[in-house]
């Protein structure tokens, strides 16, 4: 059984820096992208950032470029993101997904993502 658990949410404030981590278990982890996503209550939900199962690729949405790093430790079956110069907005359930392939990816679409977390709250807040 697939399952990917996330840790590190919590509050911080603005200007912040804080770190999420997903622990993956129950398939090959290395033979997969890895994804991590947020969803505010009423809006859909967007990919932060994904990396390719070699931890080569890494894609990072927009508001987020140069502020947020995501890496992969393939022999720990983790992924981590590490969010620096936390805005207000940041604040948001963020989930880690697996991609629905092994091999494939990364992408920034939903839909292409079969696995998720329970997800982890993050407030950026003063």
């Known amino acids: 059984e697939v399952q990917l658990v996330e840790s590190g949410g919590g509050l911080v404030q603005p200007g912040g820096s804080l770190r999420l981590s997903c622990a993956a278990s129950?398939?090959?982890?290395?033979?997969?992208?890895m994804g991590w996503f947020r969803r505010a209550p009423g809006k859909e939900r967007e990919c932060v950032a994904s990396i390719a199962w070699t931890g080569i690729t890494e894609y990072y949405g927009e508001s987020v470029t140069g502020r947020f790093t995501m890496f992969r430790d393939n022999a720990k079956s983790t992924i981590t993101l590490q969010m620096n110069s936390m805005k207000t907005e940041d604040t948001d359930v963020y989930y880690c997904?697996?991609?629905?392939?092994?091999?494939?990816?990364?992408?920034?679409?939903?839909?292409?993502?079969?696995?998720w977390g329970q997800g982890t709250q993050v407030t950026v807040s003063s």
């Open positions: 997904a697996r991609i629905n392939r092994a091999f494939g990816g990364p992408t920034v679409k939903v839909d292409d993502y079969d696995s």
């Open positions: 129950g398939f090959p982890f290395s033979n997969y992208a």
